[in-house]
């Protein structure tokens, strides 16, 4: 191999232009594709930044050309050359109208043919792109992608340290809590017997870190869950963890807000404006989810006033022992086939419905196998109240609320997966807001904290707390939602110890077990402990949202998959028995 | 408890200055401090950026003042108030020519007393500190410490992001090697009887990045060793990790050291200058040191020359046998006494070598037990050749070169320290180079890698890896020093089969071996590896070193003690039977 410490690269090749026309420039990169044209050979050069095109002329250096005969694709060269403008130029690349003329030619490294193309989509498995991660990630989609990500991590440190907050390290080794999830151990060896977890999140730490005066900290943290894994999920996955001092639910909205517009704006250039906020109740009732999609409309709406006197006994039933009927609107869905009205009736009926009623819009009212029940009256003020249109298709389902929300929020998503209603460079924020602090566990038959048991309730419903109703209350808590993901979330925490008491009390955890599971936050708390609260954001998930991309192993330098290995180098993996020994652990 | 959600806080506490006079401010914080003077209430309001006066008057407002009296030490507070200007300024702190007169005080939460005094150094042990760690971090000092680790972060992602470095992470879940110090391990549940190892750097992820073509690589990542810690060690600890494609060593110290100049130039104000480099034998020889402490003099020099006649037996054969003889001037050291030069014979003894020889520098020559040996005109040569003036000390060793080297090294250090001639605002940068390639085991009784075994010969020595003499080979690898601590190092790496298989070869590495232990890094290098090198700085190190410390555990918010154990939350600990079941792992 030949050496390159005498030449220093000049310029990126994706940067070259006409401007730079006459110039001289020493290029790095690889072979990403050759070509021979009658004498001539043209070599596409490519680095991070793009390609441009280098030419070796024999009637110019005879043994140079016969040098870049040898090159193959993902050979690493340097070049040493002058710009020229192209007699044709290639409006499909950046540096189109200008290729490289080259006095000097190092070959730096050959290559093997590689087991994946880097120019181009072979649509490889994603086995095997995993295992050669190398060279995946050498393929300019990757490229941007993991660029992407960098920017975005950028950003986001610049703009909260800008707004006051200090990022601050916590332990990536720390103690186990039988809480949440499955942990992540890590047996050790000066302390046999003894074991670490690693973080499921910074949580306990940022709440110190506010008890210790820091009033705003952040951290692009780190987190291990082990779980079986689902599709979007990873053994060790990163978020944008925040905590403050002193806040207000408002407040949260308004600064989190603010950064998540920002962000948008500087790293993508998509104004979000200002994100709108919604209570969980009216979520659930409006879009049937607490992570409704906003992109598109078919918002929800209860009509079964409309329906109180109907002579269609289906709806008649539901209304009378308590239950309600829902509708939307699924604009210029007309078109709808009755296989497909077919298929969406699966869909409710999987959410629980016993049934869709369904109906074309059009100039007279509404076309369908149930419309003959309903009284024009009621057709008109349906359709007036839903704002239908003719050429659009109103859905409607009689059910418990729960159930009817559950299906026609699961019909709404299918009908936007259909028409392709959703686009995915269109953003929608939205502020979920006052989550119940209590859901029921059928696995244990009693309440059990929502979030987690610091979560603190809405001000005007801690006196719930002390009535038998004290399931009803709200808490302190909220999800950022982009898209229908939720892309961010958390809440205010109690900081009195009184309150503290009494939640514990309605979860069933008594004074010793709250000691012997949180004993060292507890202890904090008593020395002086301000009102705090925060949320994090998953990372890996925004990043892909903002790309427009559907799985987070494409914003994900080294991913696992979804058995948590690493293929690429055959991770995890068998260890010696001395280094077992050394822990004082066996294998079963 | 009372609530602030409908107070907004104005400003933080030490932000406050006579420009603000009558202003209305909203302030939250701790109480520092409380003082009855007459029928005053003084309270010294703390957070994170420092303290003001406010005052409680009962004549203005009995009821408040009432409420007043019942703050202790510690309480999370509320106070909206005016600022007027002092009576008697204190001009001890920021906000001394004012204090904030109070209209509205909230008690938001109460404190016990702390087991450990914020607003004064109690001189509690680090046990104490460490297991109040929220408390110790409330603490000015370490809140400074703590915002100033934050700025060192923000600062070097900036500049690095500037040069267009990009941030990439790294997995924490990777591949146990058995090379290196030892890994901390964590069994795997999905795949039972395997185990993932933490990373004791991302080494081998940064170099397959260049190999993936991403050019510029950074990251503050979070490394592991599962070692038997020493005082200023931490089983995790935070390196500023880099690897760059293309760089030539002057390329990594001009990068690097313009690097370094401007973290210390914008963090501390500091201008470092041009950082000098110099070669691994030259620091031996003039220094003792592969990381020379260049705040002071006392350069070694070898005088041998001037000895080769001399009459004083003890020199005379070191010099006729091969050794040599090395000397220190140390400066303004003549008022040494007997007894310290005794435990600075000590010293050098400690380093293997016979004794020290000593002469205080006066008008006529040197004066001493050994002078009387020495010629006058040898006195006068070597009092000219170390630039000694009447006053200082010059101090000799004859021994095998090694030895004098090291045993000199230790003495100026030790009088350095003694003399206190390293200030600790002082920073003194340097790089040394061309560390040698390989160095002798006496374990293994054979030679093996200095640094890795990836680490690049430098050029003009590569011929000598087929000589005899291939352990003479220097590295094309290096190491920033401060003050002298290495808080810096890296190499650049081989990239070319060929070399790479001979120095496996040297070091007696099988090709089967080479591929179990490196194989899926070797493999990368098949698809065209580009010339690739870098450097990690130790960050705990770096901060501490710049802020004047003597701990790195003052620099790390939760640092665990040197039994690798973290007092506050009593970590590690015993797991659930159930866990380790699950994991597939029993205790010995």
Redesign the interface.
């Known amino acids: 191999?030949e050496?390159?410490?005498d030449l220093?690269?000049t310029q990126y090749c994706g940067d070259l232009r006409l401007e730079h026309e006459g110039k001289d420039v020493v290029l790095?990169?690889?072979v990403d594709r050759r070509r021979d044209l009658g004498k001539l050979i043209f070599i596409d050069l490519?680095?991070?930044t793009g390609k441009c095109q280098v030419v070796f002329n024999p009637e110019k250096d005879a043994e140079l050309h016969k040098k870049a005969e040898k090159l193959r694709g993902?050979?690493?060269i340097?070049v040493v050359g002058k710009i020229v403008k192209r007699v044709q130029a290639n409006a499909t690349i950046s540096t189109g109208e200008i290729e490289v003329v080259v006095s000097d030619l190092r070959i730096?490294?050959?290559?093997?043919t590689?087991p994946i193309a880097i120019n181009e989509d072979g649509g490889e498995s994603e086995e095997i792109r995993l295992k050669y991660?190398?060279?995946d990630?050498?393929r300019p989609a990757m490229?941007k992608n993991?660029?992407f990500?960098?920017a975005v991590?950028?950003e986001t440190?610049?703009l909260l340290?800008k707004m006051g907050f200090?990022?601050?390290?916590?332990?990536?080794?720390?103690?186990?809590t039988?809480e949440g999830a499955?942990?992540?151990?890590?047996?050790?060896?000066?302390?046999?017997?003894?074991?670490?977890?690693?973080p499921q999140s910074p949580q306990?730490?940022k709440q110190?870190?506010m008890?210790?005066?820091?009033?705003k900290y952040f951290q692009i943290a780190?987190c291990?869950r082990?779980e079986?894994?689902r599709a979007d999920r990873q053994?060790?996955f990163?978020q944008i963890d925040i905590e403050m001092?002193?806040p207000?639910p408002q407040?949260i909205y308004d600064t989190f807000g603010k950064f998540v517009a920002d962000l948008f704006k500087h790293t993508i250039g998509v104004d979000v404006g200002k994100i709108p906020s919604m209570s969980y109740y009216d979520a659930m009732n409006i879009y049937g989810s607490d992570k409704p999609d906003t992109r598109f409309g078919m918002e929800m709406h209860t009509v079964s006033l409309l329906f109180a006197k109907t002579e269609f006994k289906v709806f008649r039933s539901v209304v009378e022992s308590g239950g309600a009927i829902k509708a939307i609107n699924a604009p210029a869905c007309g078109d709808l086939t009755r296989k497909v009205v077919d298929q969406l009736t699966e869909v409710v009926v999987a959410s629980g419905a016993k049934g869709l009623v369904w109906g074309k819009v059009n100039d007279q009212g509404l076309e369908g196998p149930s419309a003959k029940f309903f009284a024009p009256e009621t057709i008109s003020a349906l359709v007036q109240n839903l704002n239908a249109k003719p050429g659009d298709m109103v859905f409607m389902v009689a059910a418990d609320t729960t159930v009817a929300n559950k299906a026609l929020g699961a019909l709404r998503l299918e009908i936007a997966k259909r028409k392709e209603m959703a686009k995915k460079d269109q953003f929608s924020l939205l502020w979920v807001t006052e989550f119940p602090l209590f859901e029921y566990s059928e696995t244990d038959k009693r309440w059990s904290p929502m979030h987690h048991p610091f979560t603190a309730p809405l001000?005007e419903d801690i006196s719930l707390l002390y009535s038998p109703e004290y399931y009803l209350a709200r808490a302190r808590a909220y999800d950022l939602v982009l898209n229908g993901n939720e892309i961010g979330g958390g809440s205010i925490r109690i900081?009195?110890a009184?309150?503290q008491s009494k939640v514990f009390e309605l979860l069933g955890i008594s004074e010793a077990e709250a000691q012997r599971k949180f004993g060292?936050l507890l202890n904090?708390f008593?020395?002086?402990?301000?009102?705090h609260g925060g949320l994090a954001f998953g990372l890996d998930r925004l990043v892909m949202i903002m790309l427009g991309l559907d799985s987070i192993r494409d914003v994900?330098?080294?991913p696992?998959t979804t058995?948590?290995?690493?293929l690429?180098?055959?991770?995890?993996?068998?260890?010696?028995a001395g280094?077992l020994?050394?822990?004082?652990?066996?294998?079963?």
């Open positions: 191999m050496t390159d410490s220093k690269r790095k990169g690889w490519r680095d991070r993902e050979f690493v340097a730096l490294n050959e290559a093997e590689p991660r190398f060279l990630l050498r490229q993991i660029m990500r960098a991590m950028q440190r610049q340290s200090i990022e601050i390290e916590t332990p990536i080794l720390m103690k186990s039988p499955r942990d992540f151990l890590v047996p050790s060896r000066v302390n046999k017997g003894k074991f670490y977890a690693l306990t730490y110190l870190l008890v210790s005066g820091f009033d780190k291990f082990d079986d894994l053994p060790e990163t001092s002193f207000t407040v001000e900081h009195s009184g309150l060292f904090a008593k020395y002086g402990a301000p009102p994900i330098p080294f696992k058995t948590a290995q690493s690429m180098d055959d991770c995890p993996s068998t260890v010696d280094q020994k050394e822990l004082g652990i066996r294998l079963e």
